[in-house]
């Protein structure tokens, strides 16, 4: 079982020397509510060779999209449509075992969750998102990213 | 920010000597006509000097006051804040005072109210000055406002009698009620502080914003007016209106009187504007204020954008809010020849697909040329408010 099957992404400290990056094409979901913005996320992410199995604008979208489709992880902006919360959306998507990264111009301070891996500040630059969501994904399983992009802060949070 | 309830001191005195208590009912009335006086004064100030100022000269004859002061704390140093009854050589002198050794800085040291009197016949140092003065008898009291100390209240006599039992609960009342109005002045202060600071803060984003869109607009641009084929020259030139229509967007964003208002009739025309180069009346018809978010307004403009390009003429556009308050629907029509036509279209476009489901927008036509868009009018959150 994977470190974020079980819900344990590792502290930086405790990231493991094996470096578990391959090519192998991710599942993403983005909670985006902004309809460009989603837009150049997903072009980005499917550039990189990733799918993205769904866009979500509410965390009731994004919770139907993620208990339908699993994905590997989503990347969550922090406000969304409705007055929803993407907070609220990466905690509930963090408690069904699905990594987050948060897309943001007001990075959270925390994750809240040790699945809730990091946070890229926008603007960004759209290159820089396949290389993140890889590294997120690596940290997940309680891997050690080679060669994490800056523009993503780890949280680094413990249970 | 809500005051404390206001809390009464103690009585009797901790004073160093004690007068006869003056109980007589026309003295107690005159007090009561001069706290509500005084306390219409204090309330209504705007400056802390000469609020006590006024102070002073309510009471100064009542109590045969021949001179006061008012020391301020200002973080860990003293001020003179004001003074009466002195001269200029006299107020440069208590100007300058140390007030350490003093009886004021005694009163704020220790927190509690000193009444001297024979300070004439007295060496005691910390008279000193008051004594230089020719004051026989003074009242110093500390200022505070819970446990915060703002400074001193002191009120002197030339005349041998003491300050009795009734007057000095008249001045610690008068002084208590001082240090609440200084206390609402400094969090007025802070709050205008704080509201000069979002402004400025609101400019500078407004700046930067219509700086960054620019720069990103002129940068789109010459990459297009410097791209080897057509294509890709249209392709960055398109980029580059939709950049502009973002700007105008965010242009009348900061005119509005409630920040994070857009009026979307206005953007509109704003929009057909640059787009097409229309200068004079805008085809646009409204039955009311429609004022709606930023986010809101950006996407619609975009959405515009994205329709004006499937289309040839520039058309007439009402505008229309329907239902019950709280769930409003807006209803904007698009007249003009071929209009209607884009309905069949909009599916094939990826834009326009999420910028209709990021507007929980509906796009129908009701002939060949016309074309209705209808979406939530902000949820009904702003429906009700004007921009301007």
Known sequence: MTAAHTGLAPHPDEWVGDDRDDETPLNLLVIEDEALVAMLVED????????????????????????????????????LADGDSGLTAAQLLADRGIPCIFLSGNCPERGGHPLVIGCIAKPFRAGSLGAAVRAAHVVAQGGRPSDPPAALRFYGERI | ??????????????????????????????????????????????????????????????????????????????????????????????????????????????????????????????????????????????????????????????????????????????????????????????????????????????????????VAIGLVSHEGRQAPDTGTRRALMRAAERLQVLASAHRPLYATADPGLVDLPALFGDVIVQLRGETGDMPITVDGPVAVSIERAVAAALLLDALMAQAAGVPHIGFTVNGAPGNEMLRISFQATGWGRIADVVDRDRLVVRLCHQLRATLTNEDDGCLILVMPHDGGAYGARSAS
């Open chain 2, 1 to 214: 920010m809500a005051l404390p309830p206001p809390s009464f001191p103690p009585l009797p005195l901790s004073g160093e000597a004690n007068g006869a208590a003056a109980a007589d009912p026309a003295d107690a009335q005159r007090y009561l006509s001069l706290v509500v006086a005084a306390t219409d004064r204090l309330m209504a100030a705007d400056d802390p000097a000469a609020m006590i100022d006024s102070l002073f000269a309510l009471i100064r004859d009542e109590l045969r006051l021949d001179v006061f002061f008012h020391f301020r704390r200002d973080g860990e140093a003293i001020r003179l804040e004001t003074a009466g009854g002195l001269t200029r050589a006299e107020w440069q002198a208590a100007a300058g005072l140390d007030i350490g050794p003093s009886v004021c800085g005694q009163a704020m040291r220790e927190r509690r109210t000193l009444h001297l009197t024979d300070i004439q016949t007295s060496g005691e140092e910390r008279t000193e000055f008051v004594r230089s003065l020719g004051v026989q008898v003074y009242l110093c009291m500390p200022l505070l406002h819970g446990d915060e100390l703002l400074g001193t209240l002191g009120f002197g006599r030339r005349a041998a009698r003491p300050f009795d039992e009734e007057e000095r609960r008249l001045l610690l009342l008068l002084c208590h009620y001082a240090a609440l109005a200084q206390h609402r002045l400094r969090i007025e202060e802070a709050l205008r502080r704080g509201l000069d600071t979002q402004a400025r803060l609101l400019a500078e984003l407004n700046h930067r914003v219509r700086n960054a869109l620019q």
């Open chain 1, 44 to 79: 980005a992410l499917t550039l990189h060779g990733h799918r993205v199995i769904g866009i979500a604008d509410t965390v009731s979208a994004a919770l139907a999209i993620a208990d339908q489709e699993r994905p590997d992880l989503a990347l969550c902006d922090v406000k």
